[in-house]
């Protein structure tokens, strides 16, 4: 026959055990929002970097700097964490906040070439702002080369290296938290 004998306060065992699936969650969901929040701190950071290839030269004139990526903070500041479901998170310029600043980041992320026939306005644009031929009448298309310029994928590739290991120091943290705290 075995003889168990019962030490401890099972009381504060049975209530600490009886909690550990909700703080399992809470630590999970802070482990991924930190690491979602970090992987958007760097998506910013590589916006504001001056991604290359360099501007072209007509860009520069036309915007008066020769920065990449940058006319404005729009783009930069539209990088946001959108939570999705309990662990599930979307790190990027959602369309739906901006779509017109989500179809330049999705633009300048890959590149394009964009062909279209000219107009008259356009042709007069042109001309004062290249000064030079295009004034007159006639027919023309534009062909415009945004090369690609990633700021995404580079993130996430760099970040994969050592997520494993920053996500299951955080969430050690967390769970060490708790268990301290016995709630």
């Known amino acids: ?22 703080a399992f969650d809470r630590a999970l969901k802070a482990a991924i929002r930190h690491e979602a929040e970090k992987i958007a701190g760097l998506i910013r950071t590589k916006i504001a970097s001056n991604v290359p290839p360099p501007n072209a030269a007509s860009t520069v004139k036309g915007k ?18 959108v939570w999705n479901g309990k662990f599930d998170a979307f790190i ?3 369309t739906k906040a901006r779509k017109s600043t989500a179809n330049l ?5 890959n590149g394009r070439i ?20 295009g004034g007159g009448g ?38 060490g938290s708790w268990a301290k705290s016995g709630t």
């Open 1 to 22: 026959m075995i003889v168990a004998k019962l030490i401890g306060d099972w009381k504060l065992a049975q209530k600490v055990l009886s909690a550990a699936p909700a």
């Open 138 to 175: 006639g027919t023309g298309v534009i062909v415009i080369h945004i090369p690609a310029r990633p700021f995404i994928k580079p993130v996430f590739a760099a970040y994969k290296g050592d997520a494993k290991q920053t996500f299951i120091g955080v969430l050690s943290n967390e769970l």
């Open 105 to 109: 980041a999705d633009i300048h992320e």
């Open 92 to 94: 990027g310029i959602p």
């Open 114 to 133: 964009i062909v279209q026939q000219m107009t008259d306005k356009q042709r007069k644009f042109l001309h004062v702002k290249l000064g030079g031929g």
């Open 64 to 81: 008066g700097s020769s920065k990449t990526l940058i006319e404005s903070a729009k783009m930069r500041n539209s990088v946001q964490v």
